[in-house]
């Protein structure tokens, strides 16, 4: 209310009150001893007081106690000189409600001169949500300027308009020597260009995360920082200039670089210790065969995948495949653990269900560990195979103008289950037949169907088998068409294929009685078969050691006999089964005795022997290595 001459009385009482109904800020009319005259309705509202009860009360009524002295020096000042003393420093201006509660306000004075004497007018206003508002800023501010990140603000052009204390400690300017340049000074030169791009996008609205355009220092090293820039706006939603926080990352990176090297060491070794473990499986005369083993993309990379082929001895060979759960070093572990368990047993003659009831108490003992496998032992010549899975992927067979199909046999649950027996399955093959055996990582993709990806396997392998020249150029195509690039994501992928002989080798078989004339005419039918097959070099050796094997079979066995040669390129193999599941052993015979030499015999002249169960009994065998080119 602006100063001037009023009447005290009458009209002029009721022009004030007119007047201080209707200001819009809280007023209180005091004289020039602080008495209050008039009060607004608003003083009431804004105090707690009844206007009759401020009437004629000192104005102090309305100020907190331990401000009131300095109160009434101020309004005295204000009466002699009209002007408001300095306050003292930290001098608080609140008002004191009715109900003791304080609270901040601020105080316009106005003089008013009536006929009565000089009047002052005060304008209070509540400034608590201001002052919370302030603190609010401040807080903010000291937060911000606190912050372990570099914050920084620009207008829309371009210039820096805040710079924190992190800023310049990331940077290395002081904001007085970045504020009003552009940012473009903390970018190299030849992504400058990117600025105005994102100049754009700001001013469009968009927020920008996550790049590394603003990080040159001062003194021109490049920063590892991760920034993100955002607009800010008016009251009314207007983009007015953007904000950016830059991160130091460098620690960060440090770290992932760490673990990037430490994973591929780690990778690295698991590679190498699988290699070891699994080394290069051993050629096998009686079929063709072509492996792969591509280890993951991601993680650790290798897994527990492992195949193995194991003579057998007979012209036999065992055929092993599992894949360990899991992956690195603990699931190559296990796999080298599994294959020399598995590969041991085979080499004992043991039979499919036999030996994965075996396997099944050995991965029981490695806690937390599942295990799928499959063995199958394969007589190439006869085109014969005894196959028992645990849980493993079902083997396929393409066989010549048959087409694809799964092999038939019996799929119980993974090693480690326990309780379940495991059975197992003989089946025939056509000659000229090839297997496909492999782990879950060749066809088991991410988002992929389990049964579409089988059905993939079927086709490609159809294809493979009609069209490639040989087992390795089929080995490729697979791997080509369901694993583009040959690099599986997840999980390591195995495939293995098995060719049967296109055509029957050179095999005879004759049943004998347990009776001393097996002999003789088990020697007669070899050095027949041996003539009929051009190799009589061997005739000697052949028949003696035929004869150990009869003998000792009448001796130790039940009978019939059956006596099986066949002829490979390089080696001649003689079986002789009988009835008992009595297994030979070699022993030492004494000085006076006239027999138990005969093993060691067969010992000292075969190449090699062994002995296997049969469903009826058990077979003994030898053979003898063929000179070359024959």
């Not at 920034?227 to 706006?233: F, I, L, Q, S």
């Not at 020249?469 to 294929?497: F, N, Y």
């Amino acid at each position: 209310m602006p100063g001037g001459t009023v009447g005290a009385a009458g009209g002029g009482q009721g022009l004030f009150r007119g007047l201080l109904e209707a200001a819009p800020d809280a007023m209180v009319i005091v004289d020039d001893e602080g008495i209050i005259q008039l009060v607004s309705a608003r003083i009431e509202t804004l105090f707690g007081y009844a206007r009759a009860e401020l009437l004629g009360r000192p104005v102090e009524t309305l100020v907190p106690e331990q401000f009131r002295a300095r109160h009434s020096v101020h309004r005295g000042a204000y009466v002699d000189r009209q002007e408001v003393r300095a306050m003292g420093a930290g001098m608080e201006v609140h008002g004191l409600r009715k109900d003791g509660s304080r609270f901040p306000v601020e105080i316009s004075l106005s003089p008013l001169e009536t006929t009565n004497g000089l009047l002052i007018s005060a304008t209070v206003r509540d400034v608590s949500e201001r002052k919370a508002a302030e603190a609010r800023i401040n807080e903010l501010a000291d937060l911000v300027e606190s912050s372990h990140d570099a914050i920084l603000a620009k207008t829309l052009d371009g210039r820096i308009t805040y710079w924190n204390a992190a800023a310049q400690r990331l940077y290395g300017y002081t904001a007085e020597e970045v504020i009003g340049r552009h940012v473009s000074l903390l970018v190299t030169e030849e992504r400058k260009d990117e600025i105005a791009r994102i100049l754009h996008r700001l001013r469009r609205g968009e927020k920008i995360e996550h790049f590394e355009t603003i990080r040159v220092s001062k003194s021109g090293r490049l920063l590892d920082v991760d920034v993100t820039v955002w607009p800010t706006r008016d009251a009314d939603g207007t983009v007015n200039g953007a904000c950016a926080i830059a991160r130091d990352i460098s620690d960060r990176k440090r770290t992932e670089e760490e673990l990037t090297r430490l994973y591929k060491q780690q990778r690295d070794i698991a590679l190498t210790l699988q290699h070891s473990l699994m080394g290069t499986p051993p050629e096998v005369s009686e079929l063709d065969t072509a492996s792969r083993y591509l280890p993951a993309t991601q993680g650790a990379g290798v897994g527990g995948d492992w195949f193995d082929l194991v003579p057998l001895g007979a012209g036999q060979v065992g055929v092993l495949i599992g894949d360990v759960m899991g992956r690195g070093l603990e699931a190559a572990a296990v796999m080298g653990q599994l294959r020399s368990a598995a590969n041991a047993l085979a080499r004992t003659g043991m039979a499919p269900d036999r030996l994965m009831q075996v396997l099944d108490t050995v991965v029981a003992d490695l806690p937390g560990q599942l295990v799928t496998c499959c063995y199958l032992v394969i007589r190439p010549d006869a085109g014969q195979l005894t196959i028992c899975s645990a849980g493993h992927l079902p083997v396929l067979l393409a066989a010549p103008g048959e087409g694809v199909r799964t092999l038939p046999a019996p799929v119980s649950v993974p090693l480690g289950v326990g309780g379940i027996p495991h059975q197992q399955a003989a089946i025939t093959v056509p000659p000229g037949s090839v297997l496909a055996l492999y782990t879950d990582g060749l066809i088991e993709t991410p988002g992929s169907d389990i049964e579409d990806r089988l059905g993939a396997l079927h086709e490609e392998f159809a294809t493979a088998f009609s069209v490639a020249r040989d087992l390795e150029a089929a080995a490729d195509r697979l791997l080509g068409a369901l694993l583009p690039g040959a690099k599986p994501d997840d999980d390591d992928a195995t495939l293995l294929l098995l060719r049967f002989p296109a055509g029957p080798l050179a095999s005879v078989v004759t049943e004998l009685p347990a009776t001393p004339s097996a002999v003789p005419d088990g020697r007669a039918f070899l050095a027949s078969a041996l003539s009929r097959w051009g190799r009589t070099e061997a005739a000697d050796e052949a028949c003696l050691l035929v004869s150990e094997l009869l003998t000792n079979a009448i001796r130790h066995g039940e009978g019939p006999l059956l006596l099986r040669l066949r002829m490979s390129r390089s080696e001649l193999t003689a079986e002789v089964s009988d009835r008992s599941p009595r297994r030979p052993r070699l022993r030492l015979a004494g000085t006076d005795e006239e027999s138990g030499r005969g093993l060691f015999l067969v010992d000292a002249l075969a190449d090699s022997w062994g002995t296997h169960p049969t469903d009826d009994g058990k077979t003994i065998w030898f053979t003898l290595r063929l000179p070359q080119g024959r």
